[in-house]
């Protein structure tokens, strides 16, 4: 009986120490466009959502290729000023 006591305790620390995964895959979100290009050389052109294209006048092209990843995107949404899927492209 004691072995069960002792199983169950040991079961109990077990779970209560396992972080939810939520929480620990939370996607990164950024103060401004500035503090995105500086953080990693994959954010230099940017976070784009899945199926983005790009919005320039007369055909313009982005000088960095965004990275692609919808949850990051929706994390800075607030940062894509033309509204095009991509937030802080350059």
């Not at 503090?35 to 052109?45: E, I, V």
């Amino acid at each position: 009986m004691r072995a069960l006591g002792v199983l169950a305790v040991s079961l109990v620390l077990a779970l209560g120490s396992v972080v939810p995964a939520s929480a620990a895959a939370r996607p990164p979100h950024f103060a401004n466009c500035t503090a995105m290009h500086k953080a990693s050389t994959k954010y230099r052109g940017g976070i784009a959502r899945v199926g983005a294209h790009d919005k320039r006048p007369n055909g313009g092209h982005a000088r960095y290729k965004p990275y692609v990843n919808t949850a990051y995107y929706n994390a800075n949404i607030k940062m894509d000023r033309d509204h095009d899927g991509i937030a802080c492209e350059q």
